[in-house]
């Protein structure tokens, strides 16, 4: 079974709740979901945390994304710091640098991406990564507040092979979304051509970022099928390979306790 390793399923993207969206996930043989709880407020922390604790089959992250970074107050940290210490929390995050959108000042974002790197390390556990037009300082700032020591995933890998390398070398794994399956987006397969086998993950991003042949629908875990199938072509290695290889890397790099089989 596959693992999506970074979905958004709060109430902010399904009022309804997640049920019906994992039944479909679980159907089209994807297994396990890493529910990631940033969001506007802090509420989409805790309904990620919630649901881990609801479900054997979620494990949830928390932190606080670039773009909401202006808007987090003292109360929001504590809040944070506390849910991160939850046993099924498995990474601080999402957390690091946009600077495609701006949507918080680029000093405010670099001040919380470091207190965020403080979090991980002082809990020891694996950073998750949101990276936009930011390649030189996101690295920066790994490096010089010792993201090495957990390491983590750079999550939507986005990037090119020389970003892919040291990120590798910094402990980060790569993990590729449903941009992998379009057809202009030479760097970023180039990148997953290269990367080494233990070192490679899927995810959704859902509901962002829907795969060929699904582009320009709301996104959901049943899809990263078609992630991993772009993956084990561009590779050349079988679906099988990928579905295996890659559940095994997100299990390890996140202590997972996956059930059997
Ligand atoms: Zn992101
Ligand atoms: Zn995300």
Redesign the pocket.
Known sequence: MLVDS?C?LDPAYLPAGPDDVLKRAKAAGVGTFVC?G?GRSLDAARAAVALAGARDDVFATVGVHPHDAAKTDEDGYGEIATLAQKPRVVAVG?IGLDYHYDHSPRDVQTQVFRRMIALARQLKKPIVI?TRSAPADTLAILEEEKAREVGGII??FSEDRDFAERALDLDFDLSFSGILTFKNAHAIRDAARFAPDDRILVET?SP?LAPVPLRGKTCEPAYIVHTARCLAELRGQTFETIVRQTTANVAKRLDLRLPPG
Do not use: L, R
């Open positions: 970074h958004h990631i940033v999402e949101h999550h939507c991003d962002f």
